[in-house]
């Protein structure tokens, strides 16, 4: 089956710099990569996705980027603010079937 | 906004027991996915249903099954319990369509096996 890798497993950012959080994943035919914070005691929730056809999508501070080639993708936060520490997760889906995680990184912001 | 809602959301049990956990998508959404969430963990994939059909299993034993109801509602058992089993068990709908697979998580069931 699909094997999710996530590094770092904890990040520390100074409030204002960028935060990046890479995963790569095993199935080539993985064609969906969501991404998920998690705050403490809280359910994941949605912040960006992207699908196979796509290289990079950006949402105001938030983007993302797909290597297929090398089945790596990266989350990009820049200006980061203390609201954004929490715990981030990729995913991985074979056509939205049967989504696979990452272990999470846990990002601190220092304000 | 009505999103995905879990019951309990707290639950202890003891070894081999068996528990029912419930799970209601949001209105329109009519697959169901279930995971396991161990404390430090990324979520699980335990099971995807979609219109009352299992659409895809993970790799978790016989001992853990559920159901998908009319209303898309959805019920996870899990019997025998074992002390492993304790996690944040968390459910997630969609529309189930293609293109519009994006899944919203609900706020989970914490169960403890002691």
Known sequence: GENVEQHPSTLSVQEGDSAVIKCTYSDSASNYFPWYKQEL???PQLIIDIR???????????????????????????ETQPEDSAVYFCAASINFNKFYFGSGTKLNVKP | D????????????????QVTLRCSPISG?????????????GPQFIFQYYEKE?????????????RQFPNYSSELNVNALLLG??????????????????????????????
């Open chain 1, 41 to 43: 005691g809280k359910r």
């Open chain 1, 52 to 78: 196979s056809n796509v290289g990079e999508k950006k949402d105001q501070r938030i983007a993302v980027t797909l290597n297929k080639t090398a089945k790596h993708f990266s989350l990009h936060i820049t």
């Open chain 2, 2 to 17: 009505a999103g995905v809602t879990q019951s309990p959301t707290h639950l202890i049990k003891t070894r081999g027991q």
């Open chain 2, 29 to 41: 959404h009519k697959s169901v996915s279930w995971y396991q969430q161990v404390l430090g963990q």
């Open chain 2, 54 to 66: 299992e659409r895809g299993r993970g790799n978790f034993p016989d001992r853990f099954s559920a």
């Open chain 2, 85 to 114: 089993d304790s996690a944040l068990y968390l459910c997630a709908s969609s529309l189930g369509t293609s293109d519009q697979e994006t899944q919203y998580f609900g706020p989970g069931t914490r169960l403890l096996v002691l």
